[in-house]
């Protein structure tokens, strides 16, 4: 059974996505739907980091569907007050690549702040009961630790259509890291080696410019 097509919404909480099964690609949706840009008196220079992405050896395997995209304009739809705390956490861009694999689909993000400091208060933020509620009413949320990955958190459950997803978030520096995939198989596994590789291969680091 494999995903018939993968859709980023909004490229940010949760990773949210939607996949069906069966089937080729759906041309018509888009690894960057609904993502705001900044303008060019806005734009800031984005950092590179593609390098901290997940690579298709470690953990869920997920062959990428594109190249890796950047973006600087706000990384999901957010709910009241949510642009004043991404302001004050001093965000500077997401960098995301999606992909799939056997009966999985998934996609890694980078998001980029100023500070360490903000990088946790937005992981804090993301991860909150206001956000998740925020994103998913009605959802039901596992929660685990990855003991290898220094802060490292993650949830699954059911999206809005049912579907098993799972996110792994965790901060190195100035980054706050986010795997999500969706998987009829497990999660917690998946998630947890696929932060341990990034964490490990990048020796817990961000670039500092």
């Not at 642009?83 to 500077?92: C, H, K, P, T």
Request: charged content about 20%; overall charge negative.
């Amino acid at each position: 059974m494999a995903p018939r097509s993968l859709r980023i919404a909004l490229a940010g909480l949760l990773g949210t996505f939607a996949v069906g099964c069966g089937g080729e690609s759906d041309s018509t949706t888009s690894t960057t739907d609904a993502v705001v840009t900044s303008t060019a008196e806005d734009a800031v220079a984005p950092l590179d980091l593609d390098q901290y992405l997940l690579h298709v050896d470690e953990g869920p395997g997920l062959e990428p569907l594109s190249s890796p995209q950047t973006e600087s304009g706000e990384p999901f739809p957010l709910p009241e007050g949510g642009a004043e705390m991404l302001e004050r956490s001093g965000y500077i861009s997401m960098t995301y690549q999606t992909g799939r694999g056997d009966s999985i689909a998934g996609v890694s993000s980078v998001l980029a702040f100023e500070t360490d400091a903000g990088a946790r208060d937005w992981m804090t933020y993301e991860t909150s009961d206001e956000v998740l509620r925020h994103e998913l009413p009605d959802g039901k949320f596992t929660w685990f630790q990855v003991p290898d990955v220094p802060g490292a958190t993650g949830w699954t459950g059911p999206d809005l259509h049912g579907n098993a997803i799972g996110n792994v978030y965790w901060t190195q520096g100035r980054c706050m890291m986010l795997i999500s995939i969706e998987t009829g198989g497990p999660r917690v596994e998946l998630l947890s080696a696929g932060a341990k590789a990034i964490y490990e291969r990048t020796g817990g680091t961000c670039p500092d410019e």
